[in-house]
């Protein structure tokens, strides 16, 4: 495991925002597997149950709101992060309509006052993470590639849309390329990732965990819009792409200092209803109804990326396909639900880089 990413992770002191969330306790049990000393900064878990908990990992974990530019910095002079992975945010689309204010307070005057706290302190590597939501959707056929404009239809993704040409001020102004270990030593990436799946989720209005929770319960679980068309793929697929991005920032790559788009394959992109059915493969007790509200907020019917770049230039791809990555995350939440609160995801990593591997994968290698 420590040899992974060229064994770049080993001893560093790797700062995660928003670890206590989905996407970030996995991220931060892969980094801790690797021998990184991982430092946590985050709300608390924001479900109950939660993956974060369940890990019980030897991390230091720092409960603190990224608003909070005093105890940002506090931390950061503390333990003095050789690179940041920013994912805290404030995540659901549908909440972004409910709370547009704290959407945008978190999700870009958040991001900045992270920015400021990595200028300030010097931090050699910043991973900034927005989403592929941060396009400007003209829900074409074809993926989005990471020179298309940023947008946002909803207070979420128009957020995030923000957060990454906030990111692309401070690479010019701030952490400019041509500028490195003249005026700065910092280099800053911003990596957009689709619709990622597996154990572990229990946000709300996630569809995914509406199944499991419904199947939990031994309740249909309601489909609000079962023609919409996303890129699934496992959490597991984009978090290696943010590690990949991490250790050519950390071997002082200035030319990967830019933004990068880690999507499923075009085989991931199917729509919602299609999602159901397979995952009912998995677990005969899933049952579903379709109940489309005409009176809900406008969510995209299609969108997916172009990740062309990172196959090229970064040598990324996907290690699983589509049906792979819905097998492992039902068995992960059938087991937690049928056997006792087991957890996989710890099998769940090891088999992902073993397939990583046998594929030849450079990260793996």
Not at 183 to 188: R, V
Not at 246 to 254: D, F, H, V
């Amino acid at each position: 495991m420590e040899n992974l990413f060229s064994g770049i992770y080993k001893n560093q002191t790797v700062l995660v925002t928003g670890h206590t969330g989905f996407k970030g306790s996995w991220l931060v049990y892969w980094l801790n597997q690797m021998g990184a000393k991982v430092v946590g900064y985050s709300l608390e878990a924001p479900t109950n149950p939660n993956h974060i908990e369940l890990l019980n990992l030897d991390i230091i974990s720092i409960i603190g709101d990224i608003r909070d530019l005093d105890k940002l910095n506090q931390t950061f002079e503390e333990y003095k992060p050789d690179i940041v992975f920013h994912l805290a945010a404030q995540p659901l689309v549908r909440l972004s309509y409910e709370n547009p204010i704290e959407t945008y307070e978190i999700n870009v005057i958040g991001t900045l006052k992270v920015f400021e706290a990595c200028k300030y302190n010097n931090v050699k590597a910043i991973v900034n993470i927005t989403s592929d939501k941060a396009y400007e959707n003209k829900e074409w056929i074809w993926g989005y590639r990471e020179n298309d404009p940023m947008g946002g239809y909803d207070p979420y993704s128009s957020s995030k849309g923000c957060a990454d040409i906030l990111a692309s001020s401070y690479r010019n102004s701030y952490f400019n390329i041509k500028e490195y270990k003249k005026t700065h030593n910092t280099l800053l990436s911003t990596c957009r990732a689709g619709n990622v799946i597996g154990g572990g989720d229990w946000a709300k209005n996630r569809l995914i965990t509406d199944i499991m929770v419904s199947v939990s319960q031994g309740k249909k679980v309601s489909i609000r819009n079962p023609k919409a068309t996303r890129p699934w793929e496992h959490v597991l697929e984009p978090l290696s792409g943010y590690l990949a991005i991490g250790q050519k920032l950390l071997e002082e790559k200035i030319q990967f200092s830019e933004a990068w788009n880690f999507g499923s394959s075009d085989e991931g992109s199917i729509t919602v209803e299609e999602v159901v059915q397979n995952v009912k493969k998995y677990w005969n007790k899933i049952d579903y109804e379709i109940n489309q509200d005409s009176t809900q907020f406008h969510e995209a019917n299609l969108l997916k990326l172009d990740c062309s770049k990172a196959h090229i230039l970064l040598k990324w791809k996907n290690v699983w396909d589509s049906q792979t990555t819905f097998k492992k995350t039902v068995n992960w939440y059938k087991a937690y639900y049928e056997n006792n609160k087991k957890i996989l995801t710890k099998s769940d990593l090891e088999s992902y880089i073993a397939d990583a591997k046998s594929k030849n994968i450079e990260w793996a290698v």
